[in-house]
Nanobody, 126 residues
Framework: VQLQASGGGSVQAGGSLRLSCTAS????????MAWFRQTPGKEREFVAA????????EVANSVKGRFTISRDNARKMVYLQMDNLQVEDTAVYYC????????????????????WGQGTQVTVSS
């Protein structure tokens, strides 16, 4: 089972990035998916999550209105569209899967997720 995140990079404040996460050897349709982020010395922080069908989402207050999570079950991919990026969004971003999630449930706690990707760096400069 593997999650591969990509799309990170360096942008100026106000810019946009789109992160992608590809799942392999995973029954993707049975997974709730999420993005977390982490900076050195801090705990991993919830960013956004999407339920199995893609119709239910949760977004952290710190990024609400700027970040959008979506998924494509046919392609086994989850995306994080990040607009109006700010310096404080600088972090390593991880995608995660909650295998066998309840259909209507959108988990947000890190402990709910069974599989984690390797992370992709996002750096926002002023």
């Amino acid at each position: 089972v593997q999650l591969q995140a990509s799309g990170g990079g360096s942008v100026q404040a106000g810019g946009s990035l789109r992160l992608s996460c590809t799942a392999s050897r995973l029954n993707f349709n049975r997974c709730a998916m999420a993005w977390f982020r982490q900076t050195p010395g801090k705990e991993r922080e919830f960013v956004a999550a999407v339920g199995r069908s893609g119709t239910s989402t949760e977004v952290a207050n710190s990024v609400k209105g700027r970040f959008t999570i979506s998924r494509d079950n046919a392609r086994k991919m989850v995306y994080l569209q990040m607009d109006n990026l700010q310096v404080e969004d600088t972090a390593v971003y991880y995608c995660a899967a909650d295998y066998n999630a309840i259909l209507s449930h959108v988990p947000t706690a890190p402990t709910a997720f069974d599989v984690w990707g390797q992370g992709t760096q996002v750096t926002v400069s002023s």
